[in-house]
C-alpha cells in the first residue's frame, strides 16, 4: 500500500473554550480603559433630554398651537374678519 496522510504545516487550530475564568489585572485594566466613575451630572448634561421627552414636548406645542387657533388668540391674523363690511355707493 501507499504511504498514508501526513498534515503539513497548514493543518487546522481549533481555540480553547475560554468561558469561566477569571481575568488578568491586565485584561480587567484594559477593559477600564481610563475612565473615571461620573459623580453627578454637571453642566450641559442637565438640560439634554431624552427622546420621549422631545416628541411629548414638540405634540404639547402643537395642541397649543391648535388651540389658541381655534379659541380665536390669534386675533390679529384673522382681524378682517370682525370689522363691519365698507360698502362704496356711487350716483351719477
Known amino acids: ?35 473615571i466613575s461620573c459623580k453627578a451630572v454637571t453642566g450641559k448634561q442637565r438640560f439634554l433630554v431624552g427622546k420621549k421627552a422631545r416628541r411629548l414636548q414638540a405634540q404639547q406645542l402643537r395642541e397649543n398651537k391648535r388651540a389658541a387657533l381655534l379659541c380665536g388668540g390669534y386675533a390679529i391674523s384673522n382681524s378682517y374678519l370682525q370689522q363691519p363690511p365698507i360698502f362704496v355707493v356711487l350716483f351719477f
Open 1 to 35: 500500500m501507499g504511504a498514508g496522510h501526513r498534515a503539513g504545516p497548514l493543518k487546522q487550530s481549533n481555540k480553547r473554550h475560554k468561558n469561566g475564568r477569571h481575568r488578568t489585572k491586565g485584561a480587567l485594566d484594559a477593559a477600564v480603559g481610563g475612565k
